[in-house]
């Protein structure tokens, strides 16, 4: 790979795409790139999400090849600089509406008022070719963009919604010039300019993309605003000395200083002092949140009251407010199953509503009343204006950018479209007990010593075969030990085993220190303590047994509490319909103990990590659409197999591939509000595919004249560019309704 090549993802800001006949378009000519593996486009944020190994050059010339502009978005773009351009893009076209509005409207009225000459007479003869010139020069300012983005979609054999815009307002333009041409030929109701219809049709137009535009910004509030939170600069210390930098220039490894009321510049570990830090952006949880030495603080936080230094550890891209940002927008690029059912039919349908122009114009020119000519042709461009498919293309990629914006304000990242879509429909939810269930921070509650061992003794033994470990039992073993000041001693052939427990030598003495079934793997009998072990199993408590030289000496017992909303958050489950099952590795006894102070009814006992996927295959086979809620590292097998798959995970562990869904703080209750916003998500999505496809399918045929016969209805070209833009206009309103989603109402 060349030095300019890059690798995994390059986002391109995509100008020039105004339908979703654009969006197949610009994939198609991106993924013809060499190294490109996969595209997604996001006509809603017009934007591109291109995966593989490529030159960003060649994609950006592909992109132009196609009739786009192309740029690479890089870093975290400056919000007030982006909310700029998108003002001046609203800007730009609220003086091309109000150039063509105006024109149009003084031509409407004068024609109302019989201000104009008759097409034909002394004084028309000057005075229309005349406003046939303003009129063309008026249609070059205010659609050019349409024009130009007609004709390189043509010069690519494809359609668009320039495609018709342009044939709709340039056949209006030429055919009044035949009409002033040729007035001595026509029959007198024939002779009639459309010069109005033209420059009405593009102020609409122009009018109907501006207020979209507008509306369309606020659906990425959520990523501004978390662009928002990294400061410009950094107080770091070196050689002693204070000083302020740009967030750029600061380095792994460096001493950074936060002083009260200050963000946090890049990730990193408190080295001194102590502070609260309000984290609500990013986990949604208003509560401060306590920080003292070796405590981790993530950029864009907001430091509350102490003063303290800390080590950058994740800086650039890699720290947790970029890896968020980047997972919100992989969320927002990505299609759900229903958007590229849409893109399809939108691919198609230019092309289709082109051929049903040309149709509607030869039937009301063979069988239509006099003028014959007039009536085909104010049809079928009529059928042109209306039919553009802006509403159908913007339809899901909205919604799905709000709603991911949304969840993102809650402390929850959905990493794939899909999940948005699915997880309304799950019927089943597997919840792992420790760290989702329970707190994930289990301490030591009951040390016993057999023989002649003391609980001291006990719990360094322990202590030091644990010292190698990096499970949560094992931290709350050294925790105990070390609050006792008690030495460890060096573990020599140390044995992790998965879901048993650990051996090693210490002191040449064979220690084992793991549960019942590890004990039976050893041959160590242990008959006599079980009932001790099932008393405290009884009380919630996880027993191990530590072994030495083949026979028991001691028992410690771990207690890991439930967090105090898993009860809650179980309970509106629940009453969401879910089938709620907690599968653990602990014994049953202590499973179904806590299971039953969070008020799960199914457990799953002693299910090793590695067979934790096969109870959800196993649940997917019964017919189940099984959703997977665990830490993110020792479930990845089970959360990708799982239907959905929900991390529960803090603000820095964000990049965990295996989940669909990354709740950034340990609250259960985020989970109801996944499935609340999934189905609120989907009804929007209907609603504006609904209301996109019953737009089409009513004024098309309205616009080819099918009232007529009946009613003597025409509709007017001017009216149905003014539809038009106000459909595209209806469904990003729609969509950002949610917004404003209320979790748990009624539950």
């Known amino acids: 790979m060349s030095a300019e090549e890059t690798s995994d993802e390059i986002r391109l800001s995509i100008l020039g ?4 006949g654009c969006v197949s378009a610009v994939e198609g000519a991106l993924a013809a790139v060499d190294g490109v593996t996969s595209v997604s486009v996001n006509f809603a944020d017009h934007s591109a999400m291109v995966k593989g190994h490529a030159d960003p050059e060649a994609l950006k010339q592909a992109a132009k090849d196609a009739g786009y502009d192309a740029a690479v978005m890089e870093g975290l773009e400056d919000p007030a600089e982006q909310e700029q351009q998108e003002l001046q893009r609203y800007r730009n076209l609220m003086k091309k509406a109000s150039v063509a509005g105006i024109f149009g409207a003084f031509l409407m009225l004068a024609e109302h008022f ?5 097409i034909g007479s002394a004084t028309g003869q000057w005075l229309w070719p005349e406003i046939a010139l303003i009129t063309l020069s008026i249609l070059v300012y205010s659609g050019w963009h349409f024009y130009s983005g007609a004709i390189k979609s043509l010069s690519l054999g494809q359609a668009n919604m320039d495609t018709l815009i342009a044939l709709g307002t340039g056949s209006a333009w030429l055919y009044s ?85 200050e963000k946090i510049a890049v990730d990193g570990v408190l080295l001194e002092g102590h502070s609260t830090l309000d984290e609500s952006m990013l986990t949604g949880e208003p509560i401060p949140v306590e920080k003292s030495v070796g405590s981790e603080v993530v950029a864009g936080t907001m430091n509350q009251s102490g003063s303290f230094l800390f080590r950058a550890t994740r800086i650039g891209r890699d720290t947790a407010l970029a890896q968020i940002i980047k997972s919100v927008r992989q969320a927002q690029s990505s299609k759900p199953e229903i958007a590229r059912l849409a893109d399809k039919i939108s691919s198609v349908f230019v092309p289709a509503v082109v051929a049903f122009s040309v149709l509607t114009f030869l039937v009301w020119y063979a069988f239509g009343p006099d003028p014959s000519l007039g009536y085909a042709f104010v049809t ?71 023989d002649d061992y003391t609980e001291e003794h006990v719990l360094q033994l322990a202590a030091s075969i644990e010292s190698g470990s990096e499970h949560p039992l094992a931290a709350a073993i050294l925790t105990a030990a070390e609050n006792k000041q008690i030495k460890l001693e060096k573990a020599k052939q140390f044995e992790a085993i998965a879901g048993f427990g650990v051996t090693a030598q210490i002191n040449e003495l064979n220690v084992i220190f793991g549960n019942k079934a590890l004990m039976d793997a050893k041959g160590i009998k242990f008959i006599h303590y079980n009932n001790r072990l099932e008393k405290l199993s009884a009380l919630g408590q996880t027993p191990m047994m530590l072994a030495v030289d083949d026979k028991i000496v001691g028992i410690i017992a771990v207690s890991d509490p439930i967090k105090k909303d898993s009860a809650q958050a179980v309970q509106r489950l629940k009453n969401l319909g879910l089938r709620i099952i907690m599968v653990t590795g ?23 990590p590695q067979d934790k996927a096969a109870v959800v295959k196993e649940l997917q086979q019964q017919g189940e659409v099984v959703g997977m809620v665990g830490d993110g590292i020792n479930d990845a097998p089970a959360l990708a197999q799982a239907d959905v798959g929900l991390a529960i995970g803090t603000g820095t562990d964000v990049a965990i591939e295996s989940a669909d869904v990354v709740i950034l703080q340990g609250s259960l209750l985020k989970v109801p509000e996944v499935i609340e916003l999934s189905k609120a998500t989907v009804i929007n999505i209907k609603q504006n595919l609904i209301g996109a496809f019953f737009y089409n399918t009513i004024s098309i045929p309205v616009a080819a004249g099918l009232l007529y016969p009946l009613f003597g209805v025409l509709l007017n070209p001017m009216i149905a560019g003014a539809a038009m ?23």
């Open 114 to 118: 019989s201000w104009l000459p008759e």
């Open 586 to 608: 602990d014994n049953q006894i202590t499973a179904h103990a806590i299971a039953k102070q969070a008020g799960i009814a199914e457990v799953r006992a002693q299910v090793l």
């Open 380 to 450: 079928s461009m009529t059928v042109l204006v209306i039919a553009c498919p802006c509403a159908l293309g913007l339809a899901t990629p909205i919604s799905v950018m709000v709603a991911v914006g949304r969840a993102a304000q809650s402390g929850i990242l959905i990493r794939k479209g899909d999940a948005l879509q699915t997880a309304g429909k799950l019927t089943c939810l597997i919840l792992d007990k420790t760290g989702t269930v329970t707190e994930g921070k289990p301490t030591v509650s009951t040390v016993e010593a057999i």
């Open 177 to 261: 010039c035949i009409v002033i041409d040729y007035s001595d030929t026509l029959p007198t109701l024939a002779k009639h300019a459309y010069f109005e219809a033209a420059v009405v049709i593009l102020a609409f137009i122009n009018l109907g993309t501006g207020l979209e535009t507008l509306a369309r910004g606020k659906t990425s509030s959520a990523i501004r605003q978390l662009i928002g939170l990294q400061p410009r600069t950094a107080r770091v210390v070196r050689n002693g000395e204070e000083m302020d930098i740009l967030i750029e220039e600061v380095g792994l490894g460096e001493t950074l200083r936060v002083r009260p009321g």
């Open 725 to 747: 833009a106000m459909s595209s206009l209806t469904v990003v309103t729609n969509a950002n309704r949610l917004r404003w989603t209320k979790f748990g109402e009624g539950k």
């Open 17 to 20: 795409m105004r339908c979703a």
